[in-house]
Nanobody
């Protein structure tokens, strides 16, 4: 079992930055693929970024490439998402997710989400 808790959301003006963190508890965290997803009001959830268990591979949605950076600290059991050059369309609830598969189709574990609001 893995439990995930996100933090770091908030309000920021367009062009600003925020850093989200996801704290994981449970065994074998270092073997899990970690991802971030987001859901805007009235819309379906969308994939944002994922990082491999080793941290050596990352995959970004086109909409955030060059602006967002994912990283993980296995020693601290955390995954971070640095978000720069934020746009109003980045406004959403952001969810951290974990899965044992190296290429998850459906993530097994989810956090409760953290709100990110970007004003124009």
């Amino acid at each position: 079992q893995v439990q995930l808790v996100e933090s770091g959301g908030g309000w920021v003006q367009a062009g600003g930055s925020l850093r989200l963190s996801c704290a994981a508890s449970g065994r074998s965290f270092s073997s899990y693929t970690m991802g971030w997803f987001r859901q805007a009001p009235g819309k379906e959830g969308k994939f944002v970024v994922a990082i491999s268990w080793s941290g050596g591979s990352t995959f970004y949605a086109d909409s955030v490439k060059g602006r967002f950076t994912i990283s993980r600290d296995t020693a601290k059991n955390t995954v971070s998402l640095q978000m720069n050059s934020l746009k109003p369309e980045d406004t959403a609830v952001y969810y951290c997710a974990a899965d044992r598969s190296p290429n998850p189709v459906r993530y097994d574990y989810w956090g409760q989400g953290t709100q990110v609001t970007v004003s124009s």
